[in-house]
């Protein structure tokens, strides 16, 4: 339930990587030390660590196409433990390894052993590991910030805050809390000496009218493929956000969710750990599963406690009958040049309303394009001949008819070679859709704002939002080959 | 000098080693505790400072009485400082944990320990800042994680304290609750294991050690607080899985009180922050574990929030308690919802890949009610995990790498159990699918990664279903085609060829598929070969003609055809590493069974080679293979040559082909690497020590002192004048090591710095080091910048009896301060009374002189023999007075390159006083540890 130290990875402004902050715990290293007994491996320097890991990662001698010890086809498994090869006098395997990387930073923490190291126990057995995970993950959410672009000057000021940060999260090499994002927790005003506990997640207490805001959002991610033999693939997940300002230590929220008469049921349901009960019932329906029809439909109560900050309160995936824009996706090499036609069809039962939807064709492994001859029914074209792009803007609405077409040439006569990709060779290829319908979700599911209760003194203003986006929505082109996505076309 | 801390601290922090080789850990313990107690220095840098003691204190405390000396003056800085210095205080209990820990002081209860312990409860006691502003609160959350510390580590140490701690935990109201909470369960899990230890032990014990009667267990709990501390099974999880047993307290059904206080623990550890939850969780399982009398459905109530939770820590928790309890607590439609839950997890949009890849290794792992089998780590696939289900965790090309391999790994596991026929024949179908289109990939070029994800997948692949010849057929195929078009992949195609056939004993599919790369190479034309194409192919050839059960014919038509001068230019072109390529060919071949039937043929290669090859070496050494093939009978040949391969055995196979560039007899041109240090330089012992050469009392230096020193300095307008200083070293043979190394030739030293305080250093040659023969001598001349203690680093590259070259390296050489020691060098001529008035000069002038100057004293007890015997034995060559002239002793040892070190030692009636003056103020800390060495040494070998 500890860790002997955490390494903190990144690219300096040269570009090479290099450690931009490491702790070791001394007191964790001396129990691990009578823990493995003869096994005990010490935690190498900074520079030989990094170098293992980097071979372990296989981000070392990038100039080499083949390197025996990074690229060995033998299959470690265990993952996300690596294992690092410590040569030299201390030899021996130091492991489990955990590693999370984002963007231009690597995070990277050595879990305690605490069950007897011979033969090698299965991470499973080390509560320490699913710790380390979550405290990489925290810090690495601390360090990159909201921004989902990291600014090298944010992301050293608040490297520059870790040592105080971890004096409250991780003092001694045990885990206790991740850090807030954002400015460190500054200790609010001591709450009046009342009986209750006051949560240790919940970093201080609200003063003046309350506020409850909860956001749902559905994402739909698609894999249409325009072919009998195979099964076109769409599924749905939402999540659940809050921000509850309300006063009391431990105030009493609930939220409900609800479907629509005949709504299918909502799966996989996970839930944040400040709701204080949970149904069974709430818990039945599984993606997984076969669906009986008699999984339990809703309303889907959510009672909880809120801490300060927004959280995610719950998330489901939900299984819908049809994908919302229905495309088709066709392309015929003739000489020098390619037919393109493309189809997309909006669903009668989504609203004709978007916040935007654009579909982006990129085209690989080919020439720069040359001349772009294209007939749109409706919206504009965008032509990028640098990245071989189009993107074809559609604007806020389908017309009536709810269908949109294109057709046309492309000649790929440019001089220079566009962009290349291993999977887009010859004729496969795809379009992506990018669309944001507000006020809407797939599955039918809604918050209703009464159904929203709050037991303080207090009327509370309860706001609630829904919207549906897209995420990896493809259509491929139904004359080639395209790649398979998912097991459940097979069975 | 704050800036300067900072950057010396980080220095220290990134290669402590390196670090303490520029000073000693004394030192710079020494500096780290007095800038603590400087008053001008910022708290933000005195923060900093402490680092070096949290993460290193063996390293500065090098043993439990300066760790004991250091928690001292660490507690004191700690009750001067201020209390609105929260940050820093809190810093400085973390420290002194780390160092009382690290350093035994703890285990061994030392005073300062105990100091400490009582200083921390008590600021885990007061409460007195709860009606103000809450500022010290910080301070107590630390004191709390600092003894949960020493109990985590000294286990059992607070046992007498649990009804203190479980009253705190319940008054506690602010975030605070949560640390006294995490204390308490770890105390309590600690007790109660100790109780399991002692035989007799039941209800009563516990009873009074929940209710803080401790009079009644308190000796009992002492002894065994000693005992179990030295053993780790204390410190270890209980929770081990279906083979882990748990010592068990038996009680009785009576347990109100324990189960009380569960109940309370359980109820409000929804308070608590998801990590802490889960360890308090995991605590509590142990502790109902150890204690049959408490049910384990006393867990849930809490179950429903702990399966739905999307927090990683919390789940597995829960894992660990079906771990524990398996069907005492959880149903069998508990458990195929777990698993459910968990396949849905490895594959959720929402979380991150390492969770994911996580969930994977639990279902792989996963803790069954009823295990068929009690696998001990191997993974195992869970009864429940069907084909359909395992169908949503099926690898696909968007999948990342690692998560890719651990789908295709596992979807490997459940297709072999189900056999070739239905959904098992089905999803292998798949599986190859997936592979043939990552080949795809490669085959039009994709990254690096992906190349080697694919070689990984087909590894696994074959690994699994090797069997099934339809497709490893099929793949053997596959990769001709793709190495036909990207021989750069010829190395991962060699290393898949190994690993399958090391890991896949009976299988002979990596002999069919190096047959097949024969065919490939052979059969294409020779038109359009770069001498790219055909460097790699014949690295692969040589790795097929270390079969014995392939042809070999057509390999050697290839050679000839791209050595015949008419239809090849290689030959003219002469290049020396494409030589060598072919060469490595024919080596192989020369030990090929089927050699009688590849005589003529390779005797021509060998010619052609040896006439028309324009490299003067590769000549040569065809000469000698095709002198060898036609001399020598076909067993002589193959003990000749196999030499080298068989002995070296799978190292040599796996060296040659990994680097591809070795080769069994051009191994003149190959430098293995020795697997561990095979010999190491020790310290001469000093020679015999010479007449005393200034025994000339006539005075025939300069006369006065200050022109004497000006005379002596004066040589010093030579640069290199008395720069260097020379040691003696034995090089001698690690013991204990296979006989292949008994005899050395051609041993070639080569030293590299640690610091910037010396010179480069040369190489060095020694002709030979034979075991059974006296060491050799070795001098090192090393040129000091500064006279500072260092280590070297040290290589060397020598030849076996078996004509192989090696690397090798050898352990550090530490180079101690006194070895920096010369003697004050002067004209011989100028006799005792020259040397005499240089002293002199020098003393006068350090004493008067401030800038990098510095005098010192030094004070010991020493009987009179002991300080003569001192003197004799270390000071002698350096000793400026007289050896008879007993009252003061003047010695003088000269640094290079301008150092000097002056010692006036005399006993006085209370003690040995060593008055020092240098000329470098920065040597004192170096002489004073010198000293005590010395002068420590003298005193024991006294006693």
């Not at chain 1, 090479?16 to 190498?44: C, D, M, Q, W």
């Not at chain 1, 105030?251 to 969710?257: C, E, F, G, R, S």
């Not at chain 2, 919802?337 to 929402?350: C, E, M, N």
């Not at chain 2, 005393?692 to 640069?719: H, L, M, T, W």
Request: include cysteine; glycine fraction near 6%.
């Amino acid at each position: 339930m500890t860790v002997r130290g955490l390494w903190i990875i990144s690219h300096e402004n040269g570009g090479n990587l290099s450690i931009r902050f490491s702790r070791r715990f001394s007191t964790v290293e001396h129990r691990a030390k009578s823990l493995a007994g003869s096994s005990y491996v010490a935690v190498p320097e900074e520079s030989t660590f990094l170098q293992l890991l980097l071979t372990e990662l296989g981000l070392s001698d990038s100039g080499k196409n083949y390197v025996a010890l990074r690229d060995d086809c033998l299959y470690r498994p265990r993952s996300p433990a690596l294992e690092l090869h410590v040569d030299g006098p201390g030899k021996g395997i130091l492991w489990p390894v955990l590693t999370v990387s984002q963007g231009p930073l690597i995070l990277a923490c050595l879990p305690l052993v605490d069950v007897p190291p011979d033969p090698r126990p299965p991470l499973a057995s080390l509560l320490s590991v699913s710790q380390g995970l979550t405290l990489l993950a925290g810090l690495q959410t601390f360090l990159l910030g909201s921004g989902s672009k990291p600014d090298s000057e944010g992301l050293g000021s608040r490297l520059a805050m870790l040592p105080s940060v971890l004096l409250q999260v991780c003092p001694l090499g045990t885990p206790l809390d991740v850090p807030l994002p954002g400015t460190p927790a500054t200790p609010t005003a001591p709450t009046s000496a009342g009986t209750q506990k006051q949560p240790a997640w919940k970093t201080g207490l609200h003063r003046g009218r309350a506020v409850v805001n909860v956001g749902l959002i559905e994402t739909v991610r698609s894999m249409q493929y325009g072919n009998r033999s195979r099964q076109d693939l769409w599924d749905v997940y939402g999540t659940v956000t809050c921000k509850c300002e309300v006063e009391g230590v431990l105030p009493n929220v609930t939220v409900t969710l609800s479907l629509p008469p005949n709504g299918s049921p909502l799966q996989d349901i996970l839930v944040h750990p400040c709701v204080t009960s949970l149904d069974s019932s709430i818990l039945t329906a599984s993606s997984v599963d076969n669906y009986d029809g008699s999984a339990f439909s809703g309303p889907y109560k959510f009672p909880f406690s809120p801490p300060l900050e927004p959280f995610r309160l719950c998330s489901y995936t939900s299984e819908v009958p049809v994908p919302p824009i229905l495309g088709s996706y066709q392309l015929k090499e003739e000489e020098n040049q390619l037919r393109v036609s493309v189809t997309l069809k909006l669903h009668e039962s989504i609203k004709n309303s978007f916040e935007f939807c654009n579909a982006h064709l990129p085209f690989f492994n080919r020439d720069q394009m040359g001349v772009v001859d294209m007939k749109l029914s409706s919206g504009q074209l965008d032509v990028s001949k640098e990245k071989n792009l189009l993107v074809w803007i559609l604007g806020q609405k389908f017309p009536k008819s709810r269908e949109v077409t294109m057709e046309g040439k492309i000649s790929f006569s440019g001089p220079t070679p566009g962009p290349s990709d291993p999977l887009c060779t010859k004729l496969t290829a795809y379009v992506k859709l990018h669309f944001k319908v507000p006020d809407m979700t797939l599955s039918g599911c809604y918050v209703d704002q009464h159904s929203v209760q709050v037991y303080s003194s207090a009327k509370p203003r309860i706001v609630t939002s829904r919207e549906l986006q897209s995420k990896e929505y493809y259509i491929w082109n139904s004359t080639g080959t395209a790649p398979v996505s998912s097991g459940q076309m097979m069975m | 000098m704050a800036a300067n801390w900072a950057e010396r601290i980080s220095a220290f922090s990134r290669r402590p080693s390196g670090f303490l080789s520029g000073t000693t850990a004394e030192a710079f313990l020494a500096e780290l505790l007095r800038e603590l107690r400087d008053d001008r220095a910022t708290y933000s840098v005195k923060i900093l400072l402490l680092s070096p003691l949290c993460e290193h204190p063996t390293l500065l405390c090098c043993s439990d009485s300066v760790g004991e000396e250091t928690a001292l003056e660490l507690m004191s800085v700690f009750a001067q400082c201020p209390p609105k210095s929260v940050q820093f205080r809190c810093h400085l209990l973390l420290a002194l944990t780390s160092v009382l820990i690290c350093t035994s002081c703890v285990k061994s209860h030392s005073r300062a320990s105990l100091d400490f312990l009582d200083v921390l409860l008590q600021i885990a006691q007061d409460t007195s800042d709860i009606h103000t502003d809450g500022s010290q609160r910080p301070l107590r959350a630390t004191a709390c994680e600092c003894l949960r510390e020493l109990e985590a580590c000294c286990p059992g140490l607070l046992s007498q304290r649990l009804e203190l701690l479980g009253g705190l935990r319940q008054q506690e109201t602010s975030r605070l609750h949560q640390a006294y909470a995490e204390l308490y369960t770890l105390v309590l899990r600690n007790a109660i294991y100790q109780l399991t230890q002692e035989t007799g032990a039941g209800a009563e014990h516990l009873k009074a050690l929940l209710g803080g009667n401790t009079s009644a267990a308190w000796e009992a709990d002492q002894e065994s607080g000693l005992t179990s501390s030295k053993d780790s099974a204390i410190l270890s999880s209980l929770i081990l899985g279906p083979m882990g047993t748990v010592p068990t307290l038996h009680t009785g059904p009576d347990c109100k009180e324990l189960r009380s206080v569960l109940s309370t623990l359980l109820d409000e550890s929804y308070l608590l922050t998801p990590l802490c939850q889960a360890t308090l969780l995991h605590r509590l399982t142990e502790v109902v574990a150890m204690v049959p009398g408490v049910p384990p459905a006393i867990f849930r109530t809490h179950l429903l929030r702990l399966l739905g939770t999307s927090e990683v820590s919390l789940l597995h928790a829960t894992l660990l308690l079906k771990c524990a309890f398996t069907d005492s607590l959880f149903s069998s439609e508990d458990e195929a919802f777990i698993l459910k839950r968990l396949v849905v997890l490895s594959q959720h949009p929402l979380l991150s890949t390492p969770e994911k890849l996580f969930y994977m290794d639990c279902i792989l792992h996963f803790p069954e009610n009823r295990p068929i089998s009690c696998s001990d780590g191997d993974e195992t696939l869970p009864v429940l995990l069907t084909p359909q289900l395992a169908s949503a965790l099926v690898p696909t090309v968007f999948n990342d790498s690692t998560t890719l391999l651990a789908r295709f790994n596992m979807l490997s596991l459940v297709y072999l159990e189900e056999g070739e026929e239905g959904q098992g024949g089905q999803g292998l179908a798949y599986l190859y699918e997936h592979l043939s289109s990552l080949l795809s990939m490669v085959e039009n070029g994709c990254s690096r990664e992906l190349v080697v994800t694919f070689f990984r997948a087909a590894f696994l692949f074959l690994y699994y279903f090797c069997h099934v010849e339809r497709y490893s057929n099929d793949l053997t195929k596959q990769l001709c085609q793709l190495y036909f078009h990207h021989t750069k992949l010829a190395p991962h195609l060699i290393n898949l060829a190994d690993q399958t056939q090391d890991r896949l004993s009976e299988s002979s599919w990596s002999v069919g598929l190096l047959k097949a790369l024969q065919r490939v190479i052979t059969e294409a034309p020779l038109t359009q070969l770069t001498s790219h194409d055909l460097s790699r192919h014949l690295k692969m050839l040589a790795r097929v003609a270390e079969e014995r059960e392939i042809i070999q014919q057509s390999t050697l038509t290839f050679l000839s055809s791209i050595i015949t001068p008419s239809s090849s230019s290689l030959c003219i072109g002469g290049d020396w590493r494409l030589g060598n390529d072919i060469l490595g060919v024919c080596r192989r071949l020369l030990v090929h069974p089927s050699l009688d039937s590849l005589l003529t043929p390779l005797a021509d290669v060998l010619q052609l080679l040896v006439c028309h090859y324009a490299d003067m070496e590769i000549q040569d050494h065809a000469r000698l293979y095709y002198t060898l093939l036609t001399t020598l009978s076909r067993e002589k040949l193959a003990g000749v040559l196999a030499q080298g391969m068989e002995e070296g055995g799978r190292q040599v196979k796996k060296q040659s082909l990994s680097c591809l560039m070795g080769e069994g007899l051009t191994s003149t041109l190959t430098i293995q690497q020795t697997e561990t240090a095979v010999f190491r330089l020790i310290e001469a012992p000093p020679e015999p020590r010479a007449g005393d050469i200034n025994s000339n009392e006539v005075e025939k230096g300069p006369g006065e002192a200050s022109a004497s020193v000006e005379a002596y300095r004066d040589q010093f307008s030579d640069s290199s004048f008395a720069s260097e200083i020379t040691l003696q070293y034995q090089l001698v043979h690690i013991n204990s090591h296979d006989c292949h190394f008994d005899q050395l030739f051609s041993i070639r030293l080569h030293f590299s710095l640690t610091d910037h305080h010396y010179e480069e250093l040369g190489d060095i040659s020694v002709p030979c080091l034979l075991r059974e023969r006296p060491s050799t001598i070795v001098q090192l001349t090393l040129k000091p910048r500064k006279p500072y203690p260092t280590s070297l680093h040290a290589s060397a590259i020598f030849t076996s009896p078996d004509g192989r070259t090696w690397h090798t390296t050898l352990p550090d050489i530490h180079v101690a301060f006194q070895q920096t020691f010369l003697p004050l060098p002067v004209p011989s001529s100028w006799g005792r009374g020259g040397t005499l008035s240089v002293f002199e000069g020098l003393w006068d002038e350090i004493c008067s002189e401030s800038g990098d100057s510095a005098t010192s004293l030094f004070c010991c007890q020493l009987k009179e023999a002991a300080l003569n015997t001192l003197v004799e034995k270390h000071f002698f060559p350096f000793l400026i007075s007289d050896l008879s002239h007993k009252e003061e002793f003047k010695v003088l040892f000269f640094l290079p390159p301008r150092s000097h070190i002056l010692l006036k030692v005399s006993s006085e009636e209370d003690a040995v006083h060593f008055h020092i003056a240098t000329d470098n103020w920065e040597l004192l800390s170096h002489i004073n540890s010198y000293l005590l060495k010395i002068t420590s040494l003298q005193e024991d070998t006294l006693s």
